[in-house]
Structure formats: structure tokens, C-alpha cells
């Protein structure tokens, strides 16, 4: 089957046009970095060596990832049904919530086979439950998706201050955290599993939830593209309208797909709350449902594009850090600086390189199609 002419082929729009995004994002920032006196290519060359120059590097970048593929997903569900979901923040926190709530009522009670998959149904669940209010109002009130889910946001850290100040504080703390799960409440970390094979690894925070962030694009991917209740969402994402007149209620599409989006957010507690605290405790999820955000935008919404968009900002994460370890003049915020970049040229500036690239694929496409000619005819 061949490529219609006049659209770009998905592999340019979800690959080629993100990865010039980037580029010109770090073209920029190379000139803000030269302007402050310091090497763009020796600074370049020390983020890439911070974020994947030795196992330890790996392992930070893929745990920020893990966090960063959870978020994305809850933005690209909620965007296919039309709905731009910006509490991922809120239900990343309510879901670390949930399960911290788990492994604190079971630890001393259930074994880790049992707990460990009750306590991430419960992040799930208590993620999901955060993003349905929301999407009631949406449905029902018709309250803004985006007005309430920012609301929403405040309102769990709100939640969480009391929660923890007033209701599960470790006695004797002044710091305002749970006491520590029992050790078959934690999530184990990839060093210990990949020893049971004998495979070394350097120490991180990096464990199991990585497998589940990956399990998680692979279940939205079927449930999106290949599932009929998928097929709804998007429907209802595409044309409100069009939908109602082919019989799918868009109050429904709202409300199943908020809290799968909340469910997906919520998993951020998995990775921090099981996986690296194994504790409860405020601040965990420290601006990860907003990088989603931008994780979505640059992945197109598609769990591929999510986990290449992720392990980007993983590693601006890690890298980051030892760049600004290695050059004092480049301090953390030039480099939330470039992390703001390239969500500016990834999200608003998107879709600046499209003409010209448009315009140079359907010339080559008509300089193919006039050489297969003769040879068909």
C-alpha cells in the first residue's frame, strides 16, 4: 500500500520533526552557554557522559525516565479523547499516596508476592479516583478539564501536608515522612535482580517499575489502537460531533478516560514511593506530572515517541547534574533553561519545521514516483 503524497509518513512526524526540535533547541542553547563563557561543546560533552557515560549514569537516567514514561502516557490517553489533563502533578501524588497507604496497613501482614501488586493497584486506584472528580465536573457541570485538574494539583499537596503533619508522621520526626515500610513493601531495584543472574550492575535508584512503565505503553498502545473502547476515545478526541452521531457518549469517553489517565499518573508511586523512599513523604513527585506534559508533546501521544521522549528528559535530568557539577558557570537553572527549550520547540514551535520538510519529502516522493513509472508502464 502505498504512501498518500500529500501527508508526511508517520515515521517523519513522530521521528524526524521531534528529533530537528531537539536539535534546534540545543542549537540555542549552545549560543546562551557560549554567551555565558563556557564551552557549548564541552558542556554538551559533559551531559551526555553525566546522563549514559557509565552504568551509574544509566541507571539514573532510565529511573527518571521510568517516571517521565508513567506521566506521558496519563497525558497522550487523556489527549486522545480531547481532554488536556494537566494534574498529572496532583494524581502522581495521590497514587504515591495510595500506595504508601498499602504497604503501610499490609507490610507486617502480607509477603511481598501479595503486597507488592496490591500496592500498585493502589496507587492506580487512588490516581484514578483523583482524576474522576474532575472529569465529573468536566461531563456533568461542564466545568473546564484544564481549569479543575490545575485546582486539583493544589489541592493533593494540600492534602498530602495534612495527611502527613497531622495523620502519619513517624513518631518522634520532626520531618514530615511515614515510618519505613517493612523490606517486603520495596519495589526490588534492577542491581539486586539482574545479580540473581549474575549480571553487575552499578548502585541507583533504578528497579522493577521500569518494567511495568514498559508494560504500561505496551497495554495503552493496544487499548488505544486495537481495543474498541479505544477506538471511542479517539473518536470522541477527534469530533465531539461525529462521535455522538455514531452512537458513543462522550460523557462516558470522559469519564473512563480521566481515570485511566489518573491510573497511569498515580504509577509515578511506584517508582518513587515503592521502588527508591520506602516511605511516604512529602515533595516525591518533584515536577514529574508537568515534564509528562512535555513528554507527550514530543512523543506525539504515542507510547514509542513517550519512552524516546522520556529517556530525552532523563537524561537532561542526570546529565544536568553532572554538567552542572563539572562547570560552575553553568548553574541548575541554565539547565531548567534548556529543559524549557526544548519543551518550547517541542510543544508551541512544534510544527515549525513541517513546511519546509513537507515540501522537501513530496519533491522526493515525485522524484521516485517519475523514475518507478517508466518501469511499471
Given amino acids: ?4 503524497p500529500t501527508q508526511l509518513p508517520r515515521w517523519i512526524d513522530i521521528g524526524v520533526l521531534p528529533i530537528l526540535n531537539v536539535l534546534m533547541a540545543l542549537v540555542i542553547a549552545g549560543i546562551i552557554v557560549a554567551a555565558i563563557g563556557a564551552d557549548p561543546f564541552a558542556a554538551i560533552g559533559w551531559l551526555i557522559q553525566g546522563a549514559f557515560g557509565s552504568g551509574y549514569a544509566w541507571g539514573y537516567t532510565l529511573y527518571y525516565a521510568t517516571s517521565f514514561i508513567f506521566t506521558g502516557l496519563a497525558v497522550a490517553v ?4 480531547g481532554l488536556f489533563n494537566i494534574g498529572g502533578e496532583g494524581q502522581a501524588y495521590i ?7 498499602v504497604a503501610l496497613a499490609f507490610d507486617n501482614v502480607l509477603p511481598a508476592p501479595v503486597l507488592l501488586p496490591l500496592a500498585i493497584l493502589g496507587a492506580a486506584a487512588f490516581g484514578a479516583g483523583w482524576a474522576i472528580v474532575p472529569a465529573y465536573l468536566q461531563a456533568y457541570r461542564g466545568s473546564h478539564i484544564v481549569i479543575t485538574t490545575i485546582m486539583f494539583n493544589f489541592l493533593a499537596s494540600a492534602l498530602m501536608v495534612y495527611v502527613m503533619v497531622d495523620l502519619l508522621i513517624e513518631p518522634g520526626q ?11 513493601a520495596w519495589l526490588p531495584t534492577m542491581r539486586e535482580t539482574l545479580g540473581l543472574i549474575g549480571i553487575d550492575m552499578a548502585d541507583s535508584p533504578l528497579n522493577l517499575s521500569l518494567f511495568w512503565a514498559l508494560a504500561c505503553c505496551f ?3 493496544l487499548f488505544i489502537w486495537r481495543a474498541r473502547l479505544g477506538y471511542e476515545i479517539r473518536a470522541t478526541g ?13 460523557v462516558r469517553v470522559t469519564i473512563i478516560a480521566m481515570a485511566l489517565s489518573g491510573a497511569l499518573a498515580g504509577s509515578v508511586g511506584v517508582n518513587e514511593i515503592l521502588g527508591l523512599q520506602h516511605r511516604l513523604l512529602l515533595d516525591f513527585v518533584a515536577g514529574a506530572g508537568f515534564t509528562g506534559i512535555a513528554v507527550a508533546l514530543m512523543g506525539r501521544n504515542h507510547p514509542i515517541g513517550i519512552i524516546l521522549a522520556s529517556l530525552l528528559f532523563g537524561a537532561l535530568y542526570q546529565g544536568g547534574a553532572e554538567l552542572a557539577f563539572e562547570i560552575p558557570t553553568i548553574t541548575r537553572d541554565m539547565i531548567i533553561t534548556i529543559q524549557g527549550l526544548i519543551i518550547l520547540f517541542s510543544g508551541a514551535l512544534a510544527y515549525m519545521n513541517r513546511p519546509w520538510v513537507e515540501r522537501l519529502y513530496l519533491r522526493f516522493a515525485a522524484r521516485r514516483a517519475a523514475i518507478e513509472a517508466p518501469a511499471h508502464g
Fill in 174 to 184: 520532626m520531618s514530615a515522612h511515614s515510618r519505613e515500610f517493612a523490606t517486603n
Fill in 238 to 250: 477527534l469530533s465531539p460531533r461525529a462521535a455522538v452521531y455514531a452512537g458513543i457518549r462522550p
Fill in 219 to 221: 497495554l495503552v498502545w
Fill in 1 to 4: 500500500m502505498s504512501t498518500n
Fill in 95 to 101: 497514587g504515591g499516596l495510595g500506595a504508601g497507604l
Fill in 78 to 81: 487523556a489527549f486522545h479523547a
